[in-house]
């Protein structure tokens, strides 16, 4: 088994997948592969590709797959983030795309999948409530936890606001999209005997942390 994991974090927008994702990235040395993130920094560049992707995202919309395995494939190429492990967080989002990600991997299959269990009504709550820095999209904050000055980012003095895919109205949205075309995505990797592994994500991030990292371990 290769001593840094290829993972997959499956789970509804909000349940924390992407504050799980840094920590299993630094704590097994691997790349950490946010699609979102890499969609709006090209977007912040105004490259057409990465404007075209905000357009779907900001209206709470899934990002087309044509759009979306250019990226990931150019991530996963061999000499990149493929050699060395990494996590993905934010795709697959349907089978096709987990799919595709198979013919990617090209005979390099994923170590472990984990599923980040959040009732909805958390994730609706915990994303309406959420703000973010506009320079660096990694730094997180909340209504009930906001930067120190002003919704000015203590980390990097960028602005600190709601993005326009985090209102109830496009919240909902997603999750509806989540509901109808993610969830196969876990039969898929059910079916082709990758390990898969539901984790309760709720409780503070160390206790997630450490449930998710006892997982990966006890298959590594």
């Not at 936890?145 to 000015?152: E, L």
Request: net charge negative; charged share 30%.
């Amino acid at each position: 088994m290769n001593p840094r994991p290829r993972l997959v974090l499956l789970g509804k927008q909000g349940a924390g997948k992407g504050t799980q994702a840094v920590r299993l990235a630094s704590h097994y040395d691997i790349a950490h592969l946010s699609t979102g993130d890499m969609f709006r920094a090209q977007a912040a560049l105004g490259t057409a590709f990465g404007l075209e992707a905000k357009r779907y995202m900001d209206s709470g919309d899934l990002v087309p797959d044509e759009i979306v395995f250019g990226v990931i494939e150019e991530c996963l190429a061999p000499g990149g983030p493929l050699s060395d492990g990494f996590v993905l967080d934010g795709f697959p989002r349907t089978r096709a795309q987990a799919e595709e990600l198979e013919r990617v991997l090209d005979g390099r299959p994923i170590d472990i999948v984990i599923h980040l269990e959040v009732p909805r009504e958390i994730v609706v709550d915990r994303l309406s409530q959420r703000r973010v820095c506009v320079k660096n999209s990694a730094h997180i904050y909340s209504v009930s936890n906001p930067p120190k000055v002003a919704w000015q980012c203590d980390q990097c003095d960028g602005e600190v606001i709601q993005r326009e895919d985090d209102t109830p109205e496009a919240i909902n949205k997603r999750l509806d999209i989540y509901e109808r075309d993610t969830r196969p995505i876990r039969e898929f990797y059910g079916s082709s005997g990758r390990p898969l592994v539901t984790v309760d994500g709720l409780g503070d991030t160390d206790e997630v942390f450490e449930r998710c990292r006892a997982a990966i371990d006890a298959v590594l």
